[in-house]
């Protein structure tokens, strides 16, 4: 029998074999990354063509759909071209965008290893409270990425692109810069996402109840507002964009923290 399912032995299991036991979930969870990591790495002309560029192509499919509602919603990036600036620029790029795609391809392996570090420490009734949590976790991670994929991104692209202070000045990004904000339009979006998860478990150790939450809403709204405008460009459109789905997951997570609030949980 295993540490993780004999709670004789994880009583006994000191702060040293806490640790150690910690390293290894890392360590696996590293190589589940590198090992992600280089096959997207291998398969570069795909990624770069088909997922990390073709934002800045009018026949990306947010374009398509849009048009094809109607007229008014109509909208495409203007042509620009990306252009290395620095020696190295496009293999060090070519590594950046590897190791990120990593971390998001085996974020549902990742935080796996991280519950079952955690989950021998919980009682029973947080653990059946808790169940399913790897799924969701990795559910609104990859939905908030793919969120700011198909929908921040090619507003902000269109908007940053087609942005002008002078005819004489030519749009001609650096590819450092593009997959810079292509990462920044992704990856805080799928770490929002969490937001419900977060609350549960606030709401389960008592730091946040619903009825602050409900006090505070105001405040939260002015705090989404602020974030969206933090990780969008200054877009009023694209702020919105986020700052929605965001507030309704706040609404959301106000009914989570009653379910997760110790005292409802216990006298219900």
């Keep these: 029998m295993t540490k993780e399912n004999n709670p004789v032995q994880e009583k006994e299991m000191s702060f040293l074999e806490h640790l150690e036991e910690l390293r290894w979930h890392i360590v696996r969870s590293l190589v589940s990354i590198l090992f992600f990591a280089t096959i997207v790495?291998?398969?570069?002309?795909?990624?770069?063509n088909q997922i990390i560029l073709a934002p800045k192509q009018s026949s990306f499919v947010?374009?398509?759909f849009f048009c094809g509602l109607a007229e008014l919603t109509c909208f495409?990036?203007?042509?620009?071209?990306?252009?290395p600036r620095e020696l190295g620029e496009q293999f060090f790029t070519h590594l950046k965008v590897s190791i990120w795609l990593g971390i998001i391809i085996s974020f549902p392996y990742i935080f796996w290893e991280f519950w079952r570090f955690i989950k021998p420490g919980l009682y029973p009734n947080e653990k059946k409270a808790t169940k399913g949590v790897v799924f969701i976790c990795s559910f609104l991670f990859l939905l908030g990425v793919l969120f700011?994929?198909?929908v921040i991104s090619p507003f902000a692209v269109t908007f940053l692109a087609g942005y002008s202070i002078s005819s004489e000045v030519i749009s001609s990004p650096?590819?450092?810069?593009?997959?810079?904000?292509?990462?920044?339009?992704t990856l805080p979006t799928g770490l929002i996402f969490e937001l419900p998860i977060v609350i549960f478990f606030l709401s389960r150790?008592?730091?946040v109840t619903p009825e602050l939450m409900r006090q505070y809403r105001r405040h939260a709204i002015v705090m989404i507002l602020v974030v969206a405008a933090i990780i969008t460009p200054p877009d009023v459109v694209t702020q919105f964009l986020i700052g929605i789905p965001?507030?309704?997951l706040y609404e959301i997570s106000i009914r989570i923290a009653r379910y997760g609030n110790k005292k409802y949980y216990y006298e219900n």
Excluded: C, H, Q, W
């Design 41 to 48: 790495f291998l398969f570069k002309d795909f990624v770069f």
């Design 246 to 248: 965001v507030f309704f």
């Design 174 to 185: 650096s590819l450092a810069s593009y997959v810079n904000y292509m990462t920044m339009f």
């Design 205 to 207: 150790i008592g730091l």
């Design 76 to 83: 495409s990036p203007p042509e620009f071209n990306i252009m």
């Design 148 to 150: 700011g994929y198909y």
């Design 62 to 64: 947010t374009y398509r």
